[in-house]
T-cell receptor
Framework: DAGVTQSPTHLIKTRGQQVTLRCSPK?????VSWYQQALGQGPQFIFQ???????QRGNFPDRFSGHQFPNYSSELNVNALLLGDSALYLC????????????FGQGTRLTVV | AQSVTQLGSHVSVSEGALVLLRCNYS??????LFWYVQYPNQGLQLLLK??????LVKGINGFEAEFKKSETSFHLTKPSAHMSDAAEYFC???????????FGAGTTVTVRA
């Protein structure tokens, strides 16, 4: 049973560029949440997708957007990259958004130069 | 709003010694509380969770935590540290009808031989 898979594992982008990160949830899960983890800090909630809709959003600017597909996989898009967007981006999947059973992927390490 | 505070950003213990990681929470409603572990360059793995059942919660790898409402605490312990316990540990909180996890800043554990 594959767990949560994220791609790519590492990415280097230039300031001002756009990036797309991808996540496939654990088998049987229908909800995907995205978190940003800056170096030396705890993860910060970006948003959650359920039934292809953004259900809840954290304190992140509109440059951060997402999408969920009918197969429950999800993308995180970040536009106009800033140096401060450099972080580990974690995807978590769950069933109907129940955080008591959230599983995390390995993350995508984004470096903005 | 809910939040957690992890006391001590770094903890160093000898192999075989007690591991104690402190977490205090603030929540206006009964919380769900979690401890996650993160090994270098990896995602988050759930160690244990409190969801209003037994106040003493046993998790994986010999860890346990006790929910103390009067002290608003959820400290993590392990009686005897092993070298493989060296990692970063995060306390997190959520509540029913909330789709996000709110994480503490993390505590890095090093184990001395």
């Amino acid at each position: 049973d594959a767990g949560v898979t994220q791609s790519p594992t590492h990415l280097i982008k230039t300031r001002g560029q756009q990036v797309t990160l991808r996540c496939s949830p654990k088998s049987g899960h229908d909800t995907v949440s995205w978190y940003q983890q800056a170096l030396g800090q705890g993860p910060q909630f970006i948003f959650q997708y359920y039934e292809e809709e953004e259900r809840q959003r954290g304190n992140f600017p509109d440059r951060f957007s997402g999408h969920q597909f009918p197969n429950y996989s999800s993308e995180l898009n970040v536009n106009a990259l800033l140096l401060g967007d450099s972080a580990l981006y974690l995807c978590a999947s769950s069933l109907q958004g129940t955080n008591t059973e959230a599983f995390f992927g390995q993350g995508t390490r984004l470096t903005v130069v | 709003a809910q939040s957690v505070t992890q006391l001590g950003s770094h903890v160093s213990v000898s192999e075989g010694a007690l591991v104690l990681l402190r977490c205090n929470y603030s929540s206006s409603v009964p919380p769900y509380l979690f401890w996650y572990v993160q090994y270098p360059n990896q995602g988050l793995q759930l160690l244990l969770k409190y969801t209003s059942a037994a106040t003493l919660v046993k998790g994986i790898n010999g860890f346990e935590a006790e929910f103390k409402k009067s002290e608003t605490s959820f400290h993590l312990t392990k009686p005897s540290a092993h070298m493989s316990d060296a990692a970063e540990y995060f306390c997190a909180v959520t509540k029913s009808n909330d789709y996000k996890l709110s994480f503490g800043a993390g505590t890095t554990v090093t184990v001395r031989a």
